[in-house]
Protein backbone atom coordinates (compact mmCIF):
# COMPACT_ATOMS: atom_id res chain seq x y z
CA UNK A 1 0.00 0.00 0.00
CA UNK A 2 1.07 3.66 -0.13
CA UNK A 3 2.62 6.11 2.50
CA UNK A 4 -0.83 7.01 3.56
CA UNK A 5 -4.44 5.84 3.33
CA UNK A 6 -5.79 7.21 0.15
CA UNK A 7 -8.29 8.84 2.75
CA UNK A 8 -5.92 11.22 3.98
CA UNK A 9 -4.05 11.63 0.69
CA UNK A 10 -6.77 12.82 -0.82
CA UNK A 11 -8.23 14.75 1.35
CA UNK A 12 -5.51 16.95 2.68
CA UNK A 13 -1.63 18.37 1.73
CA UNK A 14 0.96 17.84 4.38
CA UNK A 15 2.83 21.18 5.53
CA UNK A 16 6.30 21.67 7.29
CA UNK A 17 7.44 19.53 10.52
CA UNK A 18 6.27 21.43 13.25
CA UNK A 19 7.39 18.98 16.56
CA UNK A 20 9.31 15.65 16.51
CA UNK A 21 8.28 13.09 19.17
CA UNK A 22 9.72 9.87 20.48
CA UNK A 23 6.00 8.58 19.57
CA UNK A 24 4.49 10.98 17.24
CA UNK A 25 5.35 13.76 14.82
CA UNK A 26 2.93 16.89 14.28
CA UNK A 27 2.94 18.82 11.18
CA UNK A 28 1.03 21.04 9.60
CA UNK A 29 -1.73 19.97 6.58
CA UNK A 30 -4.20 22.05 4.69
CA UNK A 31 -7.63 20.52 3.29
CA UNK A 32 -7.62 20.23 -0.40
CA UNK A 33 -11.63 20.83 -0.48
CA UNK A 34 -11.94 23.91 2.19
CA UNK A 35 -8.18 25.02 1.66
CA UNK A 36 -7.68 25.68 5.58
CA UNK A 37 -5.35 24.90 7.73
CA UNK A 38 -4.85 22.22 10.57
CA UNK A 39 -2.48 20.44 12.13
CA UNK A 40 -1.94 16.38 12.27
CA UNK A 41 -0.56 14.18 14.86
CA UNK A 42 0.75 11.13 13.16
CA UNK A 43 1.26 8.12 15.55
CA UNK A 44 2.37 4.77 14.81
CA UNK A 45 -0.56 2.51 14.52
CA UNK A 46 0.56 -0.24 17.37
CA UNK A 47 1.65 2.62 20.23
CA UNK A 48 -0.93 2.68 23.21
CA UNK A 49 -2.25 5.90 22.33
CA UNK A 50 -4.12 4.53 19.33
CA UNK A 51 -7.20 2.96 21.88
CA UNK A 52 -7.48 6.29 23.41
CA UNK A 53 -7.38 8.03 20.23
CA UNK A 54 -10.19 5.86 18.77
CA UNK A 55 -12.42 5.99 22.42
CA UNK A 56 -11.71 10.13 21.89
CA UNK A 57 -12.83 9.89 18.45
CA UNK A 58 -15.87 7.45 19.24
CA UNK A 59 -17.63 10.27 22.06
CA UNK A 60 -16.23 13.48 19.37
CA UNK A 61 -18.85 11.67 16.69
CA UNK A 62 -21.60 10.05 18.90
CA UNK A 63 -21.77 13.39 21.31
CA UNK A 64 -21.61 15.93 18.79
CA UNK A 65 -18.48 17.19 20.72
CA UNK A 66 -17.13 19.99 18.17
CA UNK A 67 -20.34 21.94 18.21
CA UNK A 68 -19.52 23.37 22.11
CA UNK A 69 -17.97 26.26 22.33
CA UNK A 70 -14.59 27.03 23.40
CA UNK A 71 -13.29 22.82 22.87
CA UNK A 72 -10.08 22.65 20.08
CA UNK A 73 -11.67 20.92 17.30
CA UNK A 74 -11.29 17.51 16.07
CA UNK A 75 -11.58 17.25 12.67
CA UNK A 76 -10.80 13.98 11.14
CA UNK A 77 -9.26 11.12 12.58
CA UNK A 78 -7.58 8.26 9.93
CA UNK A 79 -6.43 5.11 10.55
CA UNK A 80 -4.57 2.54 8.54
CA UNK A 81 -2.20 -0.79 9.16
CA UNK A 82 0.79 1.65 9.96
CA UNK A 83 0.20 5.14 11.26
CA UNK A 84 -2.89 7.24 12.53
CA UNK A 85 -3.46 10.70 11.39
CA UNK A 86 -5.10 12.77 14.20
CA UNK A 87 -6.23 16.51 12.39
CA UNK A 88 -7.26 19.23 14.85
CA UNK A 89 -7.87 22.58 14.70
CA UNK A 90 -5.21 25.01 14.01
CA UNK A 91 -4.56 27.73 17.21
CA UNK A 92 -1.92 30.43 16.86
CA UNK A 93 -1.55 31.45 20.77
CA UNK A 94 0.25 29.76 23.70
CA UNK A 95 -1.28 27.71 26.16
CA UNK A 96 -2.50 30.13 29.38
CA UNK A 97 0.36 29.64 31.55
CA UNK A 98 3.26 30.19 28.72
CA UNK A 99 1.50 32.81 27.23
CA UNK A 100 1.76 34.78 31.25
CA UNK A 101 5.39 33.52 31.47
CA UNK A 102 5.69 35.00 27.76
CA UNK A 103 4.97 38.36 29.61
CA UNK A 104 1.48 38.70 28.92
CA UNK A 105 -0.60 40.72 31.10
CA UNK A 106 -3.83 40.74 32.55
CA UNK A 107 -6.69 42.49 34.23
CA UNK A 108 -9.93 41.08 36.46
CA UNK A 109 -11.65 41.46 33.84
CA UNK A 110 -9.04 39.46 31.33
CA UNK A 111 -10.01 36.76 34.11
CA UNK A 112 -13.05 36.64 34.01
CA UNK A 113 -13.43 36.34 30.45
CA UNK A 114 -11.10 33.35 29.96
CA UNK A 115 -12.66 31.28 33.13
CA UNK A 116 -16.42 32.26 31.48
CA UNK A 117 -14.59 30.40 28.37
CA UNK A 118 -13.70 27.55 30.26
CA UNK A 119 -16.97 26.80 32.28
CA UNK A 120 -18.77 27.49 29.20
CA UNK A 121 -16.95 24.57 27.09
CA UNK A 122 -16.75 22.36 30.48
CA UNK A 123 -20.52 22.79 31.18
CA UNK A 124 -21.74 21.71 28.29
CA UNK A 125 -18.84 18.57 28.66
CA UNK A 126 -20.08 17.40 31.45
CA UNK A 127 -24.14 17.94 30.47
CA UNK A 128 -23.14 15.43 28.17
CA UNK A 129 -21.79 13.12 30.82
CA UNK A 130 -18.33 13.55 29.69
CA UNK A 131 -15.54 14.16 32.13
CA UNK A 132 -12.23 16.08 31.30
CA UNK A 133 -10.12 14.83 33.53
CA UNK A 134 -6.57 16.29 32.44
CA UNK A 135 -7.63 20.24 33.01
CA UNK A 136 -4.87 22.21 33.30
CA UNK A 137 -2.83 24.88 32.85
CA UNK A 138 -0.87 23.79 29.48
CA UNK A 139 -4.41 22.35 28.34
CA UNK A 140 -5.89 25.69 27.64
CA UNK A 141 -4.85 27.61 24.76
CA UNK A 142 -5.56 30.54 23.05
CA UNK A 143 -7.21 30.79 19.79
CA UNK A 144 -5.29 33.65 18.19
CA UNK A 145 -1.86 35.07 19.20
CA UNK A 146 -4.03 38.52 20.85
CA UNK A 147 -5.17 36.19 23.49
CA UNK A 148 -9.19 36.43 23.90
CA UNK A 149 -10.42 32.96 22.80
CA UNK A 150 -9.36 30.21 25.04
CA UNK A 151 -9.84 26.91 24.09
CA UNK A 152 -9.98 23.71 26.15
CA UNK A 153 -7.64 21.26 24.78
CA UNK A 154 -6.52 17.89 26.17
CA UNK A 155 -9.64 15.93 25.37
CA UNK A 156 -7.22 12.85 24.98
CA UNK A 157 -8.04 11.97 28.00
CA UNK A 158 -11.86 12.41 28.18
CA UNK A 159 -14.24 9.54 30.03
CA UNK A 160 -18.16 9.32 29.59
CA UNK A 161 -19.80 8.68 33.14
CA UNK A 162 -21.92 5.93 31.00
CA UNK A 163 -18.79 3.90 30.47
CA UNK A 164 -17.03 4.04 33.68
CA UNK A 165 -17.99 0.13 34.55
CA UNK A 166 -16.51 -1.27 30.75
CA UNK A 167 -13.07 0.02 32.03
CA UNK A 168 -10.00 0.44 34.22
CA UNK A 169 -10.11 3.58 34.62
CA UNK A 170 -6.41 5.43 35.06
CA UNK A 171 -6.45 8.95 36.90
CA UNK A 172 -3.20 10.68 35.72
CA UNK A 173 -2.44 14.16 36.46
CA UNK A 174 0.41 16.11 38.20
CA UNK A 175 -0.44 15.87 41.75
CA UNK A 176 -1.20 20.05 42.12
CA UNK A 177 -4.16 19.55 40.15
CA UNK A 178 -5.46 16.27 41.88
CA UNK A 179 -8.86 17.16 44.05
CA UNK A 180 -8.89 15.71 48.21
CA UNK A 181 -11.73 13.08 46.74
CA UNK A 182 -9.22 11.68 44.18
CA UNK A 183 -6.50 11.67 46.49
CA UNK A 184 -8.22 10.24 49.68
CA UNK A 185 -9.77 7.46 46.76
CA UNK A 186 -13.60 8.58 48.02
CA UNK A 187 -14.78 9.44 44.10
CA UNK A 188 -17.70 7.80 42.60
CA UNK A 189 -20.20 8.48 39.84
CA UNK A 190 -21.57 11.21 41.75
CA UNK A 191 -19.15 13.85 42.28
CA UNK A 192 -15.97 12.65 39.62
CA UNK A 193 -17.13 15.68 37.59
CA UNK A 194 -16.61 18.30 40.76
CA UNK A 195 -12.36 16.99 40.10
CA UNK A 196 -12.02 18.98 37.20
CA UNK A 197 -13.91 22.31 38.60
CA UNK A 198 -11.12 21.88 41.74
CA UNK A 199 -8.60 21.97 38.78
CA UNK A 200 -10.13 25.13 37.28
CA UNK A 201 -9.62 26.52 40.48
CA UNK A 202 -6.14 25.89 41.76
CA UNK A 203 -5.44 27.99 38.03
CA UNK A 204 -7.13 30.76 39.00
CA UNK A 205 -5.93 30.75 42.78
CA UNK A 206 -2.64 30.88 40.97
CA UNK A 207 -3.65 33.66 38.85
CA UNK A 208 -5.30 35.76 41.06
CA UNK A 209 -3.00 35.78 43.80
CA UNK A 210 0.17 34.90 42.60
CA UNK A 211 0.48 31.88 45.16
CA UNK A 212 0.21 28.45 44.76
CA UNK A 213 -3.04 26.63 46.33
CA UNK A 214 -0.08 25.34 49.18
CA UNK A 215 3.21 25.87 49.17
CA UNK A 216 6.01 23.77 47.31
CA UNK A 217 7.44 21.05 49.78
CA UNK A 218 9.24 18.25 50.15
CA UNK A 219 8.64 15.14 49.91
CA UNK A 220 5.56 15.83 47.79
CA UNK A 221 3.65 13.83 49.64
CA UNK A 222 3.14 16.91 52.05
CA UNK A 223 1.44 18.65 49.23
CA UNK A 224 -1.01 15.55 49.09
CA UNK A 225 -1.79 15.63 52.75
CA UNK A 226 -2.35 19.78 52.08
CA UNK A 227 -4.76 18.70 49.34
CA UNK A 228 -6.66 16.36 51.81
CA UNK A 229 -6.79 18.93 54.72
CA UNK A 230 -7.61 21.77 52.20
CA UNK A 231 -6.00 24.27 54.50
CA UNK A 232 -6.13 27.16 51.88
CA UNK A 233 -4.92 30.75 52.70
CA UNK A 234 -7.14 33.47 51.62
CA UNK A 235 -5.69 36.05 53.19
CA UNK A 236 -3.54 37.10 50.44
CA UNK A 237 -4.27 39.92 48.68
CA UNK A 238 -4.55 40.74 45.25
CA UNK A 239 -3.70 44.18 43.23
CA UNK A 240 -6.37 42.93 40.68
CA UNK A 241 -9.57 42.77 42.79
CA UNK A 242 -12.14 45.80 43.44
CA UNK A 243 -14.57 43.52 45.21
CA UNK A 244 -14.42 40.05 47.03
CA UNK A 245 -16.54 38.14 44.31
CA UNK A 246 -13.61 36.77 42.51
CA UNK A 247 -12.65 35.11 45.83
CA UNK A 248 -16.09 34.26 46.59
CA UNK A 249 -15.98 31.91 43.30
CA UNK A 250 -12.21 30.99 44.03
CA UNK A 251 -13.99 29.53 47.15
CA UNK A 252 -16.81 27.98 45.60
CA UNK A 253 -14.60 26.08 43.20
CA UNK A 254 -12.45 24.65 45.73
CA UNK A 255 -14.83 23.32 48.42
CA UNK A 256 -13.49 20.40 50.17
CA UNK A 257 -16.60 18.62 50.51
CA UNK A 258 -17.03 17.99 46.23
CA UNK A 259 -21.05 18.33 47.39
CA UNK A 260 -21.02 21.69 48.57
CA UNK A 261 -18.03 22.15 45.79
CA UNK A 262 -19.69 24.51 42.55
CA UNK A 263 -20.66 21.89 39.37
CA UNK A 264 -19.64 23.62 36.11
CA UNK A 265 -22.99 24.88 35.63
CA UNK A 266 -23.40 26.41 38.59
CA UNK A 267 -20.28 28.20 38.14
CA UNK A 268 -21.75 29.53 34.74
CA UNK A 269 -24.13 31.50 36.93
CA UNK A 270 -22.16 33.14 39.51
CA UNK A 271 -22.41 36.74 39.01
CA UNK A 272 -18.16 37.53 38.33
CA UNK A 273 -18.06 35.54 35.07
CA UNK A 274 -22.46 35.54 34.60
CA UNK A 275 -21.68 38.81 32.65
CA UNK A 276 -24.35 40.80 34.37
CA UNK A 277 -21.79 42.30 36.77
CA UNK A 278 -18.45 41.81 34.73
CA UNK A 279 -18.48 46.03 33.94
CA UNK A 280 -17.31 46.64 37.64
CA UNK A 281 -14.41 43.95 37.20
CA UNK A 282 -11.26 45.94 37.21
CA UNK A 283 -9.62 46.49 33.85
CA UNK A 284 -6.36 48.14 35.08
CA UNK A 285 -2.95 45.97 35.36
CA UNK A 286 -1.06 45.70 38.13
CA UNK A 287 2.26 46.13 38.77
CA UNK A 288 5.42 44.36 37.33
CA UNK A 289 6.35 42.64 40.54
CA UNK A 290 2.78 40.96 40.72
CA UNK A 291 3.20 39.82 37.54
CA UNK A 292 6.38 38.29 38.67
CA UNK A 293 5.16 36.42 41.83
CA UNK A 294 2.84 35.19 39.38
CA UNK A 295 5.75 33.37 37.10
CA UNK A 296 7.45 32.11 39.97
CA UNK A 297 4.50 30.46 41.18
CA UNK A 298 3.66 28.99 37.64
CA UNK A 299 7.83 28.11 37.39
CA UNK A 300 6.70 26.03 40.87
CA UNK A 301 4.00 24.25 39.39
CA UNK A 302 5.62 23.31 36.48
CA UNK A 303 8.85 21.78 38.56
CA UNK A 304 6.07 19.97 40.37
CA UNK A 305 3.98 19.05 37.04
CA UNK A 306 7.40 17.55 36.01
CA UNK A 307 8.01 15.95 39.15
CA UNK A 308 4.35 14.02 40.59
CA UNK A 309 2.95 13.69 36.81
CA UNK A 310 1.67 9.96 37.78
CA UNK A 311 -0.92 7.06 36.56
CA UNK A 312 -3.71 5.97 39.14
CA UNK A 313 -5.52 2.94 39.03
CA UNK A 314 -9.00 4.12 39.89
CA UNK A 315 -11.94 1.54 39.36
CA UNK A 316 -15.02 3.29 39.92
CA UNK A 317 -18.28 1.95 41.17
CA UNK A 318 -21.41 3.82 41.54
CA UNK A 319 -22.37 1.68 44.71
CA UNK A 320 -19.58 1.61 46.32
CA UNK A 321 -17.30 4.23 46.58
CA UNK A 322 -13.57 3.37 46.28
CA UNK A 323 -12.03 3.84 49.62
CA UNK A 324 -8.53 3.39 51.44
CA UNK A 325 -7.02 2.53 54.77
CA UNK A 326 -4.41 5.24 53.76
CA UNK A 327 -5.84 8.97 53.07
CA UNK A 328 -2.74 10.22 51.13
CA UNK A 329 -2.28 7.22 48.85
CA UNK A 330 -3.66 5.47 45.54
CA UNK A 331 -2.09 2.82 43.66
CA UNK A 332 0.27 3.92 41.79
CA UNK A 333 0.53 2.17 38.03
CA UNK A 334 3.95 0.48 37.33
CA UNK A 335 5.44 0.62 33.77
CA UNK A 336 4.16 -2.24 32.03
CA UNK A 337 1.58 -2.72 34.60
CA UNK A 338 -1.75 -4.08 32.95
CA UNK A 339 -5.06 -4.95 35.07
CA UNK A 340 -6.16 -7.83 34.24
CA UNK A 341 -9.07 -7.95 31.73
CA UNK A 342 -9.89 -4.93 32.26
CA UNK A 343 -9.63 -2.15 29.22
CA UNK A 344 -6.73 0.69 29.99
CA UNK A 345 -7.81 3.49 28.64
CA UNK A 346 -4.62 5.44 30.53
CA UNK A 347 -4.35 8.72 28.87
CA UNK A 348 -0.14 8.54 28.68
CA UNK A 349 1.11 5.22 28.02
CA UNK A 350 4.10 3.80 30.33
CA UNK A 351 6.99 5.45 29.89
CA UNK A 352 10.40 3.05 29.41
CA UNK A 353 12.66 2.53 32.16
CA UNK A 354 15.63 0.98 33.15
CA UNK A 355 14.42 -1.79 34.92
CA UNK A 356 11.63 -2.02 31.87
CA UNK A 357 14.94 -3.21 29.66
CA UNK A 358 11.95 -5.26 26.99
CA UNK A 359 10.76 -2.98 24.15
CA UNK A 360 8.15 -4.27 22.88
CA UNK A 361 7.87 -2.98 19.50
CA UNK A 362 6.19 -4.50 17.03
CA UNK A 363 8.13 -4.91 13.10
CA UNK A 364 5.27 -3.00 11.26
CA UNK A 365 6.31 0.25 13.70
CA UNK A 366 10.17 -0.14 12.66
CA UNK A 367 10.37 1.31 9.51
CA UNK A 368 10.03 4.56 11.07
CA UNK A 369 13.16 5.70 9.52
CA UNK A 370 14.16 3.99 5.98
CA UNK A 371 10.05 3.53 4.39
CA UNK A 372 10.45 6.20 1.86
CA UNK A 373 7.24 7.81 1.02
CA UNK A 374 5.42 7.45 -1.86
CA UNK A 375 3.55 10.73 -1.22
CA UNK A 376 5.75 13.98 -2.02
CA UNK A 377 5.56 16.68 0.86
CA UNK A 378 6.13 20.02 0.03
CA UNK A 379 6.18 23.39 2.28
CA UNK A 380 3.10 25.54 1.45
CA UNK A 381 4.09 28.23 -0.82
CA UNK A 382 7.48 26.59 -1.81
CA UNK A 383 8.83 24.09 -3.95
CA UNK A 384 11.05 22.72 -1.87
CA UNK A 385 10.41 19.21 -1.09
CA UNK A 386 11.02 17.75 2.35
CA UNK A 387 13.19 14.82 2.52
CA UNK A 388 12.75 14.54 6.17
CA UNK A 389 11.62 10.74 7.17
CA UNK A 390 8.03 11.33 8.63
CA UNK A 391 9.09 9.63 11.88
CA UNK A 392 12.25 9.88 13.85
CA UNK A 393 12.45 7.46 16.74
CA UNK A 394 15.64 6.94 18.72
CA UNK A 395 14.18 3.43 20.45
CA UNK A 396 13.75 2.32 16.82
CA UNK A 397 17.33 3.36 15.45
CA UNK A 398 18.79 1.60 18.81
CA UNK A 399 17.14 -2.10 17.70
CA UNK A 400 17.55 -1.28 13.67
CA UNK A 401 21.42 -0.62 14.80
CA UNK A 402 21.44 -4.11 16.73
CA UNK A 403 19.85 -5.86 13.90
CA UNK A 404 22.40 -5.08 11.42
CA UNK A 405 25.17 -5.34 13.85
CA UNK A 406 23.82 -9.44 14.11
Do not use: G, P
Given at each position: MGFFSA????????GKRIFNGAKFQVRECRG???ERDYVVKIYASDLEEVNTIRYEYHLFVKNKINSIPNVLRLKDCFFDKYYVYYVIQRYDGNDLFRTVMNGHKYSEYDLSCYFRQLFRCLSALHGMNIVHRRISGKNLVFLEKENKTLLLKG???????HEFSKFNVVVEHSIQYLSPEIISQETNLHNIMKSDVWACGVILYTLLFGNNLFPIEFPYEKYA?????CRINWLHDSPLLKSKL??????????QNPSERFSAKEALFHPWISGDKMYLHNTELASDRFYSEVKNAIDELDTLDENTSRQYRHKFNDEKPLNSSSHLTLNKVSPGHTFGTGTSVSSRSSRLTTADSTVRIRNKCLPFN???PSFKFFKFKSKQRDKKPLMENPVVDKYIKDDEAE
Open positions: KFENEYTLIKDTRYILSTQNIVKAVDFCKSLLKFRI
